[in-house]
């Protein structure tokens, strides 16, 4: 291991160097993108500024990772951290030092950044709630952290054409959107055995695709064997040449999905034969369950009797310095409290007795979000992202001000805003998604969101929204405020309308009135 982190550190340095060659444009953004990437680091948009994607490995973050972050936060002069819709912590607004030294220090704490970005399997996703969950299967935490320890130690060495993802859920609910990644693992009892169901070639952004069934039950002890079986099917199979369809979902489109399976199925007899990987015996929950339904969408009551985990959701997913400053001073004597990053920009606090719990969320109410579309989710967007077309985040923030102010937030569901068709907030699959376009309007090019409507997550049940037009980004609070009035109107929740033909239909035709395309 001290090794492997000297070989890091070394990277670090040629990162250094390499941003100070572009600060003196002496090389391009794409030059160091393509180096800068694979570490977990971009430049923004603003020369000079860069940022650092921290993995908190599936989003288990401890308390001790919890501290080191804040202190990052405030050493360096910036007063927030972005939780990301992949479980990890994002600084922004650095310099290249600023980067460099922060990556230096993380990996002495066994916080690394390394496949971050670039062509790398990313972090790998987890069900929050994996491990307390009421009626889960089994936990399947040591799996996904098994999987991304392999993808860390093996990530100096790929040669991928593009990124890769792999998804953990505990449950049906799918809250790790295993049906939507490259790899996802749905934990399921087969007469009373501990399995997993399979999902391949998903994945959403351009050309996207749910996720190919696996037909056969795969055993949690053989993980690592089909991890390392598509990761070679990648590399032989992945086009190396046209970036926009390097995707493993564009596989099965070239070959088709009898010829995709039966090669992913030959490469796992492949490995079987030819490697030798560790397997994690899966451990069944022995203790006593409880089925307690009290609480709410933000406090959750566990398996674990007298337990609840608390969701806190900080506005867009800006964790600021001092409400990360009290959740630490909340947690840390708290021995049993543990931490854990959703693919919704949230903190679970978990392992909270009621009454720790009810207190938690007391402190935290003033800057937390509480209502499901207050809690919506946004990237980063521009001015920070290269890649953004839009404020994502302003969008965000207008919106959950427009909903208060009108009294409608309570019936909205959440919002799932993109600043760009990239997807890093999932709009394709949201009950209300939306993604940056620019849009004509009277001769002049403006922002405006595509919206899309009715899409889902979870297992049998996974599928994309319907496309309901291109809308100035100014006009979407006041549509937000108007779709609310009706439902209050209607006396139905949003997923209610959208199961009535004729609600649906009322809503499609009131979203078009906004509608510029």
């Known amino acids: 291991m001290s090794a492997y982190k000297e070989t890091l550190k070394e990277e670090v340095e040629v990162l250094r160097e390499r941003g100070k060659k572009f600060l003196n444009d002496e090389i391009t953004r794409a030059d160091l993108k393509g180096f800068s990437g694979g570490l977990g680091s971009y430049s923004q948009r603003e020369k000079g500024k860069f940022m650092v994607r921290l993995r908190t490995p599936s989003g288990i973050m401890t308390k001790e990772h919890l501290r080191l972050i804040l202190d990052y936060i405030k050493d360096n002069g910036i007063d927030r951290a972005h939780l990301t819709t992949r479980q990890a912590v994002q600084l922004h607004e650095l310099s290249i030092d600023q980067v460099c030294d922060v990556m230096k220090d993380a990996i002495d704490h066994d916080l690394f950044t390394r496949g971050g970005g670039g062509n790398f399997p990313r972090n790998v996703a987890l069900s929050p709630m994996s491990g307390v969950a009421q009626g889960e299967a089994f936990d399947v935490t040591p799996y996904a952290v098994q ?51 399979l999902w391949l070639a998903g994945g959403l952004g351009g050309g996207p695709a749910l996720g190919i069934p696996y037909d056969e039950l795969v055993d949690p002890e053989e993980i690592l064997y089909y991890i390392e079986a598509m990761v070679q099917l990648f590399q032989a199979e992945g086009d190396y040449k046209n970036k926009a369809r390097a995707r493993i979902r564009f596989i099965p489109r070239r070959m088709g999905v009898e010829a995709f399976l039966e090669c992913y199925k030959s490469y796992v007899e492949k490995t079987k034969k030819e490697c030798a990987l560790n397997g994690i015996k899966p451990q069944l929950y022995t203790g006593e369950v409880w089925d307690e339904k009290s609480g709410s969408h933000v406090m959750i009551a566990q398996k674990q009797p007298g337990l609840y985990s608390v969701i806190l959701h900080p506005l867009c997913g800006q964790l600021r310095l001092e409400d990360g400053e009290k959740l630490y001073d909340f947690v840390k004597d708290i021995e049993k409290a543990e931490l854990r990053l959703s693919m919704d920009e949230e903190i ?60 409608v937030e309570d019936v909205l569901p959440r919002c799932f805003i993109s600043g760009c068709p990239n997807s890093c907030s999932r709009h394709q699959v949201a009950p209300i998604g939306l993604t940056g376009r620019k849009v004509k309007v009277e001769g002049e090019m403006v922002d405006g969101f595509e919206c899309w409507l009715g899409g889902r997550v979870g297992v049998g049940c996974t599928c994309m929204g319907e496309k309901a037009g291109t809308i100035q980004a100014v006009r979407i609070p006041k549509m937000l405020v108007g779709l609310g009035n009706m439902l209050k109107t209607k006396h139905l929740s949003f997923e209610q309308a959208m199961a009535d033909n004729e609600a649906k239909a009322d809503i499609l035709a009131y979203i078009g009135q906004y509608a510029e395309a």
Request: net charge positive.
């Open 348 to 407: 679970y606090v978990r392992n909270l007795t009621k009454k720790q719990a009810q207190t938690l969320l007391e402190q935290m109410k003033g800057s937390m979000m509480m209502t499901p579309v207050t809690m919506s989710v946004s990237c980063i967007g521009t001015p920070t992202c290269q890649l953004g077309m839009n404020q994502s985040q302003a969008l965000c923030e207008a919106i959950v001000s427009a909903v208060r102010e009108a009294g």
């Open 147 to 197: 999987v991304g320890k392999y993808f860390l130690f093996n990530a100096t060495y790929y040669k991928l054409p593009r990124k890769l993802k792999v998804a953990f859920s505990s449950t049906e609910e799918d809250t790790a959107c295993a049906t939507l990644n490259d790899m996802g693992f749905v934990a399921v009892l087969d007469d009373g055995k501990p399995m997993f169901r």
